[in-house]
């Protein structure tokens, strides 16, 4: 067990930084099935530390820790008209996120897909059930990509 975690080179590992979290979610949101992909239409995702206070607040969030991630659909409300035609986004938070992934024994990749399915998912009326289902197939297509490779 020791030589599995000092070959990983832990002394010279930093937390992944926004980008790479936004690099594995592009990946995660490309391995979608299309019709959940077309549910989204365009979609920019976007990595901030924390959600904003009016986010906390609107939410009932009792720390920054409480949300992984936030469906914002652009195209709705009045205080979008200037931004109607701007694409919806996925806010992943990435403080928040590598706190739960350090609690888990799932992959980071897993995690940040399960984040965009359940916020695609449940903006969009999806139930849990369908939810899961729609992981589970990600999964399944991830692991065969990265066999043929």
Do not use: K
Request: hydrophobic share 40%; aromatic share 8%; proline share 3%.
């Amino acid at each position: 067990m020791a030589s599995l975690y000092s070959s990983r080179g832990w002394g010279f590992s930093l937390s992944p930084s926004s980008e790479e979290i936004r690099v594995l979610a592009d990946q995660a949101y490309r391995s979608l099935p299309d019709h959940i992909r077309s549910l989204a239409g365009e979609l920019t995702i976007r990595i901030e530390d924390f959600p904003d206070d009016e986010v906390m607040e609107e939410l009932g969030c009792e720390t920054p820790f409480d949300l992984l991630g936030l469906f914002q659909d652009r195209s709705v409300g009045a205080e979008r008209q200037s931004e109607e035609n701007a694409p919806s986004e996925v806010l992943i938070y990435r403080r928040a996120l590598l706190d739960y992934w350090a609690e888990q024994e799932d992959t980071l990749g897993a995690i940040v897909t399960h984040v965009l399915v359940h916020e695609i998912g449940h903006h969009f009326g999806l139930s849990d059930d369908d939810i899961a289902r729609i992981e589970e197939d990600a999964a399944q297509d991830a692991s065969a990509a990265r066999t043929v490779q």
